[in-house]
């Protein structure tokens, strides 16, 4: 009886199934799916830089962070903020506990007038976080051509290869292609927006930020060619994205290496333990 | 319960005689995975599979534990209170990968342990019980795990609860009063929030409970083995400790090497980028996706696209609840007399070249996105699984011939079963 229901549903299930297999069949032979401008011209991050902190061994390259902290700071921080990150994490970068509180300094974060409990700016403390810019959502979107300039702290960790997708992103603002214009004409970018194949929709409201070599002076005589900056200001984000990551990876070995010889041990104390079990007696 | 010849335990230290008088708990250790508990000596590597899965769920409520001191289950810090974790808790960045990744290898080690039995045929008589409750500990897992994902507040925490509480509006006419009641609120929030933390913490020890249960009820006819022959006599059988904890320490050992090389070098490849992003009602992701272990139930529910009678995504819910409910009645539909897959000819042609390429279809095609040629592959897919479960085991089941049995599992080991020789578990341990 169970197994007479069993079939009877289980024909059922099919049968529906099946059916709604051929509507889509018929659906798909008669009217294909159109391509999408997005699926045909986005393009997955370029592979073609490698970073100090990619691979088993990865480790950061503290000249680089403090290069691409100083891209931000003086290119990105003007849209964006870095809010999970504080002042007093920058001495992973190799600033002294004085060198912190002197940057924390140089920024304005929100804060109260002791006087009249008035909302104003007063310099940054080590504990603060980057402050964005605009004071509220409204106020950003405003001065935005109404696209809010997303906070960057997670940035290299809410895309695929987050830190190949910055670089690639900085440096791939280009002319839309005349086979997309002839294509799919709706697909250029209208007023205010920029093409970028490597942008999920190819149509970015950010303008090129890194256009011109020496945008950026580097304390370290590095010479700041654009390609360069979108490289520095990659690793930096991937830093403040997990300023773990490298400590990560200095944990993972220790850990593996010890479970390696605890398993050869368990592998021995198995095969002792049944060495006598299994014997056939000839 | 257990076999007449299995070790009893004699305790010689006086502390152990006067626990044992006042409350036996190593004597109960001793039955379950001491020495007391005679076990099949013939199990392959896939019977660790069910000791690995226990682990898992230690691991999980020990780390998850620790997690809740830190985390706040509100709308508006949630998700800061996660990078919080992330970045300034000492160590609570391998806690949450660990957490996180747990719950991956979780669901590894469940299909595994899931697919042995049903290659063994682990759901007969007289393991019907464990087998049952082995499914409520499966869907118990899965709505714990759904949970967990949403505690983070990202993106796909968000979207995820706001499309699998959505299947409930499916449900006629009580439909959508149903999913506002679940959610408290007409779209995920706090409220939903607050009590999938709540569940998310209470569930685990609903687990270990059925779990308890589930190894109870194991040890009423003890294990299966890989012949499917019952065990009839001592030497079909060693003592499971040495021998099965030795086998079991191995086992854990190569299990924990993949898992910490996932949660050190790869922690968030099985996970998705998206969930970085604080949750956003205003912005739905490109794809919605949920978690990979879930992708081949997600696949079966996106296949229904024609509103055939009833609703496109009536149908889609029913056939995905249906897909896991129907192994609640797998004891009565294969009704072979033989488990073993190894002897049963046309049942494992099915398994192997039907069954598992099915469920790789499904897997794939959960993930991808609703288009074609995705949505067609998994129809097909779809078709098949319910015919493997529902209409081909019933109707191999009893027009198949099995393959000759060994007359018993010391046969099926040393070739004859007149020689069989176990040397005491002292001296092989020597």
Not at chain 2, 107 to 123: A, D, K, N, P, T
Request: net charge negative; charged share 15%; aromatic share 16%.
């Amino acid at each position: 009886m169970i197994r007479l229901v069993g079939i009877l549903v289980g024909l059922g299930f099919t049968f529906v199934v099946l059916l709604t297999f051929l509507v889509g069949a018929y659906t798909a032979a008669t009217e294909p799916a159109a391509e999408t401008a997005e699926h045909a011209f986005h393009l997955t991050p370029k592979e073609d830089v490698h970073f100090s902190f990619e691979g088993p061994v990865g480790h950061w390259d503290i000249a680089q962070l403090q290069r691409g902290y100083k891209v931000y700071k003086e290119v990105c921080s003007a849209c964006h903020s870095l809010k999970q990150v504080a002042f007093r994490n920058l001495a992973d970068l190799g600033y002294s506990e004085a060198q912190v509180k002197a940057e924390a300094a140089a920024w304005r974060v929100p804060g109260i007038d002791p006087n009249t409990g008035e909302a104003t700016t007063r310099p940054g403390l080590p504990t603060d976080a980057f402050p964005s810019p605009y004071p509220n959502s409204v106020a950003a979107a405003a001065a935005n051509n109404n696209a809010i300039p997303p906070d960057l702290s997670l940035m290299t960790k809410a895309r695929h290869e987050g830190s190949h997708y910055v670089y690639s992103l900085l440096t791939g603002y280009q002319e839309p292609s005349a086979e997309l214009a002839e294509r799919f004409p709706e697909s250029l970018p209208g007023p205010g927006l920029h093409h970028n194949p490597y942008f999920a929709n190819l149509n970015l409201a950010m303008a090129p930020p890194l256009t011109t070599e020496g945008q950026v002076t580097y304390d370290d005589g590095t010479v700041a060619t654009v390609d360069q900056m979108s490289q520095d200001v990659a690793a930096f984000l991937t830093w403040t994205a997990e300023p773990k990551l490298v400590k990560r990876k200095q944990t993972g070995w220790p850990v593996l290496g010890f479970l390696l010889f605890a398993t050869i041990l368990a592998w021995f104390a198995k095969k002792s333990v049944w060495a006598n079990a299994k014997r056939r007696e000839d | 319960m257990s076999f007449p010849w299995a070790k009893n335990y004699e305790p010689v230290n006086p502390v152990m005689k006067f626990m044992d008088e006042k409350l036996p708990l190593p004597r109960l250790v001793y039955n379950a995975v001491g020495a007391g508990y005679p076990v099949p000596r013939n199990l392959s590597y896939f019977w660790n599979f069910g000791i690995l899965a226990g682990f898992c769920l230690v691991l999980q409520i020990v780390t998850g534990v620790v997690l809740a001191m830190h985390y706040a289950a509100n709308s508006g810090i949630a998700f800061n209170s996660v990078e919080h974790i992330m970045r300034d808790v000492n160590w609570g960045w391998m806690l949450r990968y660990m957490h996180a990744n747990g719950a991956s290898f979780f669901f590894l080690v469940i299909y595994i342990h899931i697919f042995r039995g049903f290659f063994y045929s682990s759901y007969k008589a007289p393991r019907e019980m464990i087998w049952l409750l082995g499914v409520v500990i499966f869907l118990l897992t899965m709505a714990t795990a759904f949970m967990g994902y949403v505690l983070p507040w990202g993106q796909m925490s968000f979207w995820g609860a706001k499309v699998i509480t959505g299947l409930f509006s499916a449900i006629p006419l009580v439909g959508e009063p149903i999913q506002i009641w679940l959610l408290g609120g007409f779209a995920p929030d706090n409220a939903a929030l607050n009590r999938f933390f709540s569940l998310h913490f209470m569930l685990p020890f609903v687990i270990l409970g059925v779990v308890i249960l589930h190894i109870w009820a194991l040890h009423i006819p003890g294990s299966s083995n890989p012949t499917g022959v019952e065990v009839k006599q001592e030497s079909d059988t060693v003592p499971f400790h040495p021998y099965y904890t030795a086998k079991d320490g191995f086992g854990l050992g190569v299990f924990l090497l993949i898992y910490f090389a996932f949660v050190f070098f790869f922690p968030n490849t099985l996970g998705h980028p998206d969930n970085y992003i604080e949750a956003n009602p205003l912005s739905t992701p490109a794809h919605i996706v949920p978690e990979w272990y879930f992708y081949p139930f997600y696949a079966i529910l996106r296949a229904f696209t024609f509103d055939f009678i009833i609703e496109a995504k009536l149908w889609g819910v029913l056939a995905m609840f249906s897909s896991i409910l129907v192994w609640f009645f797998l004891p009565w539909l294969d009704k072979s007399p033989v488990r073993s897959g190894h002897y049963r000819p046309m049942f494992r042609k099915f398994f192997w070249f039907g069954l598992i390429p099915c469920m790789a279809v499904l897997f794939y095609c959960g993930g991808a996105p609703a288009e074609e040629p995705y949505v067609m592959i998994s129809q097909i897919a779809t078709a098949y699984y319910f015919l493997h479960f529902l209409v081909i085991l019933p109707i191999i089941s009893s027009i198949e011939r099995p393959e000759p049995l060994p007359f018993s599992i010391t046969e099926a080991v040393l070739g004859s079963d007149d020689s069989a020789v176990i040397e005491p578990a002292a001296k092989a341990a020597e």
